[in-house]
Structure formats: structure tokens, C-alpha cells
């Protein structure tokens, strides 16, 4: 598929071909029942492709406006990030590099499906490459700071691409994807490459592919889902779907990159924001969104854990994925 080529999605399954530029990530005219059994009894008319779903005003899509300068519409970019006509680089493939990019508008959607479009790629052989790419959706923006480029002790929501292990002790098979949601009161450990503090995660091959790489992040009525499409099969896998997780309204888009001793080109080709048409009950909707706190309900703690987050518990153990059996 080519780059600049764009598809219609079909709930978390195969996908077809579609308009240029206009992606879906959700079914057609009829919703497919395990769509059904995943939500439950709740309606929800995901989007299919059409232009009214897809929210421009918090999506970064080709052709770029600004290319050349320092600044483009709806997106800001600071520290070692370039605008080319193909891609953003958030970082080259050098050391001690920081770079990344926010969009300017807070968003106040409460359903929402995030496709990122993304290339992390170098001359680093095994295990000589790092450090990898942030996705973020939080309360402040251009920060920079030392977890992956951007600020630690962050409010809100954090996926981050992986590339190198910092911890020499783990079991984790790298380049990896993780999870971490934050109220404020946590501190992204590096030396553990965010082991205490992660939600889920999966093992994801992404890095030096000679094909497209996709992720996508579903948010919906507190169910946060992370699939994949790297294998060049127009398939989205799963990587992490986890239930009970809070996130307010108003925070922004963005994503970071961040090089030290090592180093990788970290580019993002787009990033599309689809809102989710869901029904919320009366009560829901009486909810100031903008007041909540992020957090995370589980049901226990794992392996005697202290709560990470106020009134958070866990059911997930650390390093794997909600998602899995």
C-alpha cells in the first residue's frame, strides 16, 4: 500500500480499498456482531470513511501546509522535528536528539479512534538503535522533557513504541508497545523501560520495515484498544485492550521522539482523528468531562503492588497484554 494511499477499515478486521485520504476504522452500513458483543448493549454507528467523522481539526494529513517553514496550521513542532513534503521527522537518525508535535486544538470528544501512520528506521543493527516514538493525549503540550522527548509526570494517556532495552534483566522481546495512563503522580522509569508503571503491552516488530506500519488507538466509554497493522497484510492486529480507564476531555494530540547514545529516524507520515458516534446514558452525559481525572479500575493489584493511581487497582500482571486469554 502505498503511502500516501488510503483505506476503508472494517471494524478491527481486513480492510479495503477506500477514497484517498479519507480512512475508516469502523464498519459499514451494518455493525458486526462481535463489534456488538464488544460494546454490549450500546449503540454505536463507528465510523466508515466518510469525511464528516474523520476531525481535521485534530488530524495531521498530506499534503502538509508549512513545509519548509517552522510552523504549519493546527500543529506545533519544536526541538529537532522537520516538515518535509513526505513525512515528519521527529528525529534523525543521530544522537541526543529530542523532537516532537502537537496539535493546536484541545479536543472534547468523548469517543474517539486515533490512526497513526508512523516509520521508525536506521542503520542500527540488533539492539544498537533507540529510543523510540511517544503517542500522547494529555493536558499540557510542547514540554519537552526526558520520556521520549516529552514531559515525565504527565496527565493523561501515553503509548509508547519501544525500541530499545534499557533493562538488561527483562523478558520483553523489543521493540515493544506499552501503555501508562497518569494523573500527575507518576514517573515513566527508563532504567525499567516503564515496567512499574505500564497498563499492557505487546511485542511489535515496526522498526526498519519496507512497508507501511500502522497503529491505531480506539478510546470508547472506557475501553482502551491498541491494534496493529505491520505485517503488510491490510490486517489490524491486536496489541492491548484493556477496560476501566477515565480520561477527560480537552487535552491535546501529539507525539515525541527522543535519541541518546543510540538513534533512529522516527517519522509520522499522519495521524487521523475519527470521532466514535456512540450513545452515552442521561447520567453520562451530565458528566463535566473536562473535570475527570485520569485513571484506571481494575479489580486487584498484582503481586501485593501498592495502587499507582488514587481509588486504581490492576488486574492486568505488567508486561502483558489485557487483551490475551
Known amino acids: 500500500m502505498a503511502a500516501e494511499g488510503w483505506i476503508c477499515r472494517w471494524g478491527w478486521g481486513r480492510r479495503c480499498l477506500g477514497r484517498p485520504g479519507l480512512p475508516g ?45 517552522s510552523s504549519m496550521p493546527l500543529w506545533d513542532f519544536q526541538g ?5 513534503s513526505h513525512y515528519v521527522r521527529l528525529t534523525p537518525d543521530e544522537r541526543s536528539k529530542e523532537g516532537s508535535i502537537w496539535n493546536h486544538q484541545p479536543c472534547f ?22 529510543d523510540g516514538i511517544a503517542l500522547w493525549y494529555t493536558r499540557d503540550r510542547l514540554v519537552p522533557g526526558p520520556v521520549f522527548g516529552s514531559k515525565d509526570n504527565f496527565h493523561g494517556l501515553a503509548i509508547f513504541l519501544d525500541t530499545y532495552p534499557n533493562d538488561e534483566t527483562t523478558e520483553r522481546v523489543f521493540p515493544y508497545i506499552s501503555v501508562m495512563v497518569n494523573n500527575g503522580s507518576l514517573s515513566y522509569d527508563h532504567s525499567k523501560d516503564g515496567r512499574w508503571t505500564e497498563l499492557a503491552g505487546c511485542t511489535a516488530d515496526f522498526r526498519n520495515r519496507d512497508h507501511d506500519t500502522f497503529l491505531a488507538v480506539r478510546y ?16 489490524w492486529k491486536n496489541c492491548i485492550d484493556i477496560t476501566g480507564v477515565r480520561l477527560p476531555t480537552g487535552y491535546y494530540f501529539g507525539a515525541s521522539a527522543g535519541t541518546g547514545d543510540l538513534s533512529d529516524n522516527h517519522d509520522i507520515i499522519s495521524m487521523k482523528l475519527f470521532q466514535l458516534m456512540v450513545e452515552h446514558t442521561p447520567d453520562e452525559e451530565s458528566i463535566d468531562w473536562t473535570k475527570i481525572e485520569p485513571s484506571v ?26 487483551a490475551g486469554p
Do not use: C
Open 25 to 69: 476504522p469502523g464498519p459499514g452500513p451494518t455493525t458486526p456482531l462481535f463489534l456488538l458483543l464488544l460494546l454490549g448493549s450500546v449503540t454505536a454507528d463507528i465510523t466508515d470513511g466518510n469525511s464528516e467523522h474523520l476531525k481535521r481539526e485534530h488530524s495531521l494529513i498530506k499534503p502538509y501546509q508549512g513545509v519548509g517553514s
Open 80 to 84: 529537532s522535528t522537520m516538515l518535509t
Open 109 to 130: 470528544l468523548k469517543d474517539w479512534e486515533m490512526h497513526v501512520h508512523f516509520k521508525v528506521h536506521g542503520t542500527g543493527k540488533k539492539n544498537l538503535h533507540g
Open 220 to 235: 470508547s466509554r472506557g475501553r482502551l484498544t491498541v491494534m496493529t497493522d505491520l505485517e503488510d497484510k491490510n490486517e
Open 297 to 322: 479500575n481494575f479489580l486487584k493489584s498484582p503481586k501485593g503492588l501498592p495502587f499507582l493511581l488514587p481509588q486504581t487497582t490492576w488486574t492486568t500482571p505488567r508486561g502483558t497484554s489485557a
